[in-house]
Every structure is written in structure tokens, then in C-alpha cells.
């Protein structure tokens, strides 16, 4: 997080497509795209990446010392351009820590939304109390774009998105578990954007399942198995889990189930 109260000269977001953005809008021209990918690597890893390091993430299949070379051009336009965009001639934006050899972002310069998701992360599980951590867990939930540098298909970016897209549903399904005694449509809508996230995770729906069974809604209950079934049939001959099959039986005939839901 930027120190003080002032706001930072880059807003760079990481979960989605990577995009940095000033005060002026979207930073868009002269960038490279390898300037895009090399800033994401360091945004998953806030205490820095050596060059060795970003060169193996980046460009595993050729020469290192020409990943390495490609790499510190892209850095370099990086900060050109950032200076250019931002107005500020001495920012470095991704500084070099000599005594580790690590170049990482400069959290002074730079705000993150993959950061700012997980500090929110950090306040929920030290809350002293449900309001908060429900508070702290729908930032979080809010600042969720999309996958970790969405578009990139190479190994490191895949990786990552599937560690913060697991962090995001363990949210959701945090959330619902705050909201449903009190709120129960509340926490189905927190259940059913997790679907959305990962629509073929049957535990998301069997809790959906759970929840309207509780509420007396078979026609709903009927309505999230049949989602689930079409969401698995596209994906070829795939059919719900006979344990999935069980809690849709247990909300629809509570009593032949000895009452258990």
C-alpha cells in the first residue's frame, strides 16, 4: 500500500487482463507487452524477482542471457513510459535492491489490486468480530476482476490464477457462510458467483442445494441440479456425483432421509 494518505501515480491491476492506469486514463502507448508480463510476475511476488528468476518465469524455452536482455528492456520501457504517463521523472516504479538482486515494485509508486485483495483477506481472518471480517471479505470479493493476468496462457500466469481463483472461492464461500442464518438469499448469491468462477465445482452447488432445501424451495433445489447437469453436459458426457445426487434427494424428500439435510 502506497505510504501516507497520498494516492499512488499507478494503479496496476493484475486479476483480469493486466492493465495500468494514471490519473489520465489507461497507459496504453509505447508499452510492451513483455513490460505487462514482467510487472504481473513481480506483482505475485512483492519481495522481488531476479533477473535469473523472471528470465526462467518469462522465457523458459530460450537463451537466458537473451531472456535476461529482453527482460531489462522491458523494465526499462516500463519506466519510460510510466515517467511519461505519471509526470514524474525520478519514479523507478520496479526498483533494484542491490543487496538481494532482486528488482520488485516500488508499493510507494505503485498500487496493486491482487495486494489490496489480499491485505483485505488478512483484516477477515484477524477480525475480532463477524461484521468486520464480512466487511474485509467483501472487499476483497469486490476486487476480484478476473483470473490473474487473464489472456496469458504460459505456465506461470495459469499457476498463479488457479492459487487466487481458489483464494476467491474459499471468500465467497466464507461469505455465505457469514450470511446464511440471517440472510439466506444473501449467501446463495455469494455461492452463485463462486459458480461463475468455477461452474463445475459440485460442493458450491450441493451448499446452494443445502441452503433452499432449508428454506423449503424444491423447485429451486430442482433448479441447481438441472444448472449443474447442463454446465457438466457441455463439457461432454460428464454427469453430477452420486453425492451431489444425494443432498438434491435429502433437500427433495427430507423425511425419507431421517430428516438430515
Given at each position: 500500500t502506497p505510504s501516507g494518505d497520498t494516492l499512488p501515480l499507478v494503479r496496476l491491476c493484475v486479476l483480469g487482463p493486466v492493465t495500468l492506469t494514471t490519473?489520465?486514463?489507461?497507459?496504453?502507448?509505447?508499452?510492451?507487452?513483455?513490460?505487462?508480463?514482467?510487472?504481473?510476475?513481480?506483482?505475485?511476488?512483492?519481495n522481488g524477482r531476479t533477473l535469473e528468476q523472471l528470465a526462467a518465469h518469462l522465457h523458459p524455452s530460450i537463451d537466458p542471457d537473451l531472456a535476461i536482455k529482453r527482460i531489462r528492456t522491458d523494465i526499462s520501457t516500463a519506466r519510460r513510459v510510466l515517467r511519461e504517463a505519471t509526470r514524474d521523472k525520478p519514479a523507478k516504479f520496479a526498483v533494484f535492491d542491490t543487496p538481494t538482486g532482486r528488482y520488485r515494485l516500488d508499493p510507494d509508486t505503485i498500487e496493486v489490486d491482487l495486494w489490496r485483495m489480499l491485505a483485505a483477506i488478512d483484516r477477515a481472518n484477524t477480525a475480532a468480530d463477524d461484521p468486520a471480517c464480512l466487511a474485509a471479505l467483501r472487499e476483497a470479493a469486490s476486487l476480484y476482476g478476473g483470473d490473474f493476468a487473464e489472456g496469458d496462457d504460459r505456465v506461470w500466469a495459469i499457476d498463479d490464477a488457479t492459487c487466487y481463483r481458489h483464494q476467491i472461492l474459499a471468500v465467497h464461500a466464507r461469505i455465505a457462510?457469514?450470511?446464511?442464518?440471517?440472510?439466506?438469499?444473501?449467501?446463495?448469491?455469494?455461492?452463485?458467483?463462486?459458480?461463475?468462477?468455477?461452474?463445475?465445482?459440485?460442493?458450491?452447488?450441493?451448499?446452494?442445494?443445502?441452503?433452499q432445501g432449508r428454506q423449503h424451495r424444491p423447485d429451486a433445489v430442482r433448479r441447481t441440479l438441472r444448472q449443474l447437469e447442463a454446465r457438466l453436459a457441455d463439457l461432454g458426457d460428464a454427469e453430477p456425483s452420486e453425492a451431489t445426487r444425494r443432498v438434491a434427494e435429502r433437500q427433495l424428500h427430507p423425511a425419507a432421509a431421517g430428516g438430515r439435510r
Open positions: 490519473e489520465s486514463g489507461p497507459v496504453t502507448v509505447g508499452m510492451r507487452t513483455g513490460s505487462y508480463a514482467v510487472f504481473a510476475v513481480l506483482a505475485a511476488h512483492p457462510e457469514l450470511l446464511e442464518a440471517d440472510h439466506p438469499d444473501q449467501a446463495i448469491a455469494a455461492l452463485e458467483t463462486a459458480i461463475g468462477l468455477d461452474p463445475v465445482n459440485e460442493e458450491i452447488y450441493q451448499r446452494i442445494m443445502r441452503i
